[in-house]
């Protein structure tokens, strides 16, 4: 099994910037692929940025160029820097961690940026 808890959400004006963490837990060398999604108020959950075990990131089209998914193996956790953040980034932002034969998931971080 893997525990992920998620850190860093908060309540931002446009243009500003947060931090997420994840922080995993367990078999975390077991892990393929962790990243973050996100479920804006009223919507369906969206894939936002992965990274896998070799280093390599994906990110959706709406946040290329404005968020950065890195990894420190070290301390097993994942960030997502956030910048020149939108009112319609405002989500709960979900870390997730992709093993062979299951996908786990955090609890969940709000970020709310105003306009």
């Known amino acids: 099994q893997v525990q992920l808890v998620e850190s860093g959400g908060g309540l931002v004006q446009a243009g500003g910037s947060l931090r997420l963490s994840c922080s995993a837990s367990?078999?975390?060398?077991?892990?393929?692929?962790i990243g973050w999604s996100r479920q804006p108020p009223g919507k369906t959950r969206e894939l936002v940025a992965a990274i896998t075990s070799g280093g390599s990131t994906n990110y959706a089209d709406s946040v290329k160029g404005r968020f950065t998914i890195s990894r420190d193996n070290a301390k097993n956790t994942v960030y997502l820097q956030m910048n020149s953040l939108k009112p319609e980034d405002t989500a709960v932002y979900y870390c997730?961690?992709?093993?062979?034969?299951?996908?786990?998931w955090g609890q969940g971080t709000q970020a709310t940026v105003s306009s």
């Open positions: 367990g078999s975390t060398r077991s892990i393929n692929t």
């Open positions: 997730n961690a992709k093993l062979s034969w299951n996908t786990y």
